[in-house]
């Protein structure tokens, strides 16, 4: 299994376990290419998170693209390399 394909599911089990709304997008053919591959809401923030992991953990300048934009409409755009970088992010937006 490709390691970024186990942090797809780690993160994915986490949000659906906790009842965080999700979104986890494909990259197929229907998809515009370079978006982030999990968005999520977590009170009251978008997020649209890059999953990196392995040897090259870098987002592709296509991606950091689609982060910048996010960023720049208020939400929050970020690559993630471990569900702990997910855990900290969502506890640092708890109120």
């Given at each position: 299994m490709r390691l970024e394909k186990t942090l797809?599911?780690?993160c994915l089990d986490y949000l659906n376990?906790?009842?965080?709304y999700n979104v986890n997008t494909h990259g197929d053919?229907?998809?515009r290419?370079?978006?982030p591959d999990?968005?999520?809401c977590y009170c009251g923030h978008?997020?649209?998170c890059e999953l990196k992991r392995g040897l090259d953990n870098q987002p592709t300048a296509l991606q950091l693209k689609h982060l910048r934009e996010i960023r720049e409409s208020g939400g929050i755009?970020?690559?993630i390399t471990t569900l702990l970088e997910l855990?900290?992010?969502l506890g640092s937006l708890d109120h």
């Open positions: 797809q599911d780690e376990a906790r009842h965080i053919a229907w998809e290419r370079g978006r999990i968005y999520l978008f997020i649209g755009g970020t690559w855990t900290d992010l």
